[in-house]
Every structure is written in structure tokens, then in C-alpha cells.
């Protein structure tokens, strides 16, 4: 079987603000790939800088973004603002976080689902509303007239966030962002909505790139995972190798973390510590403080990303000079 191209590359991607604290380092030097068809989830803790990778690929950020973004053979990074905005929305797209704050609350689902569709096509109105109409079918939503009539207010989380999904495949991109797409549903909620993403990447053969801290929906829908800690990737594998044999600590902690049905135990397991202040990084591991395999090494050097086994892991104690 033939190697599945790149659709996205991220190569070295920084984007730092700044603060009347200082410069923030929120993304520093991040690099990963998604392929054709694929699913790459990014997780971490919350302020790791995961939805800021994604709104940096998408042009979204108020900051000057350092590094090369390939969607495509094209280098985003590099295109007029007149051509991001044809890509975005059309070839690449994104469901964001919190679809009541992200939907316009003085337009209706209908007028909201058609404005992609009549700024990337030569639809007239009435096809726009055709389309529209048949895309609220397609995210499983009945009575698709009537919602189409309808305010963000009058629907509920589930039903927004399906909306947010008719609208970002609305142009049927080859690839979507999702950003944290099931944080405010809940489990039953949840659930169909990874089902519905899940169902429809597959039938589009459309790749995928989720940022998430559930790594219950990590599990789920899966291929390739990328692990991000203040900042910067910290271990990457296929979901297979992350949950049977993680390596860095942090991926570890996670993974103990997370509760497991007919486990009964008296305390959930948490990480010590808290993440650190991106305006006062010193030039060390950012994980040491929180580390109980912390060396000396770990509290004066920055580990780079190298392979062992089949996963990348930025950490000392897979460093042979540290192993001696």
C-alpha cells in the first residue's frame, strides 16, 4: 500500500505575544504532519498551546507567526490575505470552541450556513438554501426548515455545535480543524457528535486535525497523536504507541489520570505541580519541576525530539549521553 501524502505540514511553527508581563511564548517551534484521510488529535493541558497551533494555521492569531505552514503544496504562511481567504473555509476549515459564542446571535442558522457557501461558489440565493437546508439534514438535525429559520439562542448545545459542523464542511474542505469540538456537550451529546465527525471524514475522505484534553475522545477517533506541554510537542506516536507505551512522563501522567470504568479507587491520580509561567521559561525541560525522574540535566538543558521506539519523545531519559 502506497504512503498516504501530507496534506498539512507544520514546520517549525512559533507564535509568541506580547505582554506588559513580557513575551509569551504560547507555540514555540511546533512541528507535525496530517495525511490524507487521517486524524491527528494534539492534546495536552489547558494553556499548552494547542488551539493556538490551530488558529495559526488558519491565520487567526493577532501576532506575527514565525515558521512554514504546507497545506497542499502551499506554503500559508506566505499567501496574501486575499488568498488565506480563499483557502479558509473552502479547502481548509474550522469548527471552533463554544458554538453559542462563535455563531452570530442577530443572524439566523440559515443566513449564517449560507455565507461560506455564496463567498467560495456561484450559488444563487435560492441554491444556497437548497444547500444549506440539505447540510442541516446531513448533521442529523430534523426539521431542517424550521431550524433553518431559527436564532442560535433558540437551539440547543448539541444542536449548535452540529451547526458549527454543516458550516465548516459547508464547501467540502479537504481537511478540518476542530478545535475542542465536544467541551461544552455532554457524554450522550458527545458521543454523537464523534460519531457524526467520524461518519463523515469518512465518507469524504477528508483528514482531520482535533485539539482536545479528553483522551477518552483521543482514544476514540485517533490516528496519530501529538503531545504538546507548554508550548512545544513533547512525545508523538500512533494512538496505539501512546496509550500501550508512553514515553515521556507528562504523556504518563496523563494517561494515569484519566479515570478507567470498574476501577475503584479512593483518589484520582493528578500530576503534581502546575504548568509554568510561558513568560518566565528558563532555557530547561518545562516539565522538571513536576518530574519525579528529574536529573540535573533536566533543570539546565531543553531535550530535543528523538526517536525511540516508534514515537518521537523529547525527553533526558532517552538520551544516550545521559544514560552514559
Known amino acids: 500500500m502506497s504512503e498516504r501524502a501530507s496534506v498539512l505540514e507544520v514546520k517549525h511553527l512559533s507564535a509568541h505575544f506580547e505582554t506588559e508581563q513580557g513575551?509569551?511564548?504560547?507555540?514555540?517551534?511546533?512541528?507535525?504532519?496530517?495525511?490524507?484521510?487521517?486524524?491527528?488529535?494534539?492534546?495536552?493541558?489547558?494553556?499548552?498551546?494547542?488551539?493556538?497551533?490551530?488558529?495559526?494555521?488558519?491565520?487567526?492569531?493577532?501576532?506575527?507567526?514565525?515558521?512554514?505552514?504546507?497545506?497542499?503544496?502551499?506554503?500559508?504562511?506566505?499567501?496574501?490575505?486575499?488568498?488565506?481567504?480563499?483557502?479558509?473555509?473552502?479547502?481548509?476549515?474550522?469548527?471552533?470552541?463554544?458554538?453559542?459564542?462563535?455563531?452570530?446571535p442577530v443572524l439566523t442558522i440559515g443566513e449564517q450556513i449560507m455565507e461560506p457557501l455564496l463567498v467560495h461558489h456561484p450559488y444563487s440565493k435560492k441554491q444556497a438554501r437548497h444547500k444549506a437546508i440539505e447540510l442541516i439534514e446531513l448533521v442529523g438535525i430534523g426539521r431542517a426548515e424550521q431550524i433553518f429559520k431559527s436564532y442560535p439562542h433558540q437551539l440547543s448545545g448539541g444542536m449548535l455545535q452540529r451547526i458549527m459542523i454543516a458550516i465548516a464542511l459547508s464547501c467540502d474542505p479537504d481537511m478540518l480543524i476542530a478545535d475542542e469540538p465536544t467541551t461544552a456537550l455532554d457524554v450522550t451529546i458527545q458521543a454523537q457528535v464523534l460519531d457524526l465527525l467520524r461518519t463523515l471524514q469518512e465518507e469524504r475522505n477528508m483528514s482531520m486535525l482535533l485539539i482536545t484534553h479528553d483522551l477518552g475522545v483521543v482514544a476514540e477517533v485517533a490516528d496519530f497523536v501529538v503531545v504538546m506541554y507548554a508550548g512545544k510537542v513533547i512525545e508523538t506516536g500512533t494512538v496505539h504507541d501512546i496509550f500501550a507505551s508512553p514515553k515521556h512522563p507528562y504523556t504518563k501522567g496523563l494517561l494515569y489520570a484519566k479515570p478507567v470504568l470498574g476501577n475503584r479507587t479512593k483518589k484520582l491520580y493528578t500530576i503534581p505541580g502546575q504548568v509554568p509561567n510561558l513568560v518566565d521559561l528558563t532555557p530547561s525541560c518545562y516539565f522538571h519541576e513536576r518530574c519525579e525522574h528529574a536529573m540535573d540535566i533536566c533543570r539546565e538543558k531543553m531535550p530535543t525530539l528523538k526517536l525511540e521506539d516508534r514515537q518521537h519523545v523529547a525527553c533526558w531519559l532517552y538520551e544516550k549521553e545521559v544514560k552514559g
Not at 60 to 69: A, C, N, P
Not at 79 to 92: A, E, H, I, P
Open 23 to 104: 513575551i509569551v511564548r504560547a507555540v514555540d517551534d511546533v512541528s507535525f504532519s496530517v495525511k490524507e484521510g487521517e486524524t491527528v488529535c494534539v492534546v495536552g493541558e489547558s494553556g499548552c498551546g494547542k488551539s493556538v497551533t490551530a488558529m495559526s494555521v488558519m491565520g487567526l492569531v493577532q501576532t506575527d507567526v514565525k515558521g512554514d505552514l504546507f497545506f497542499k503544496g502551499k506554503n500559508l504562511a506566505e499567501l496574501s490575505r486575499g488568498d488565506l481567504r480563499r483557502v479558509r473555509g473552502n479547502d481548509l476549515a474550522m469548527i471552533f470552541q463554544e458554538p453559542m459564542s462563535s455563531l452570530n
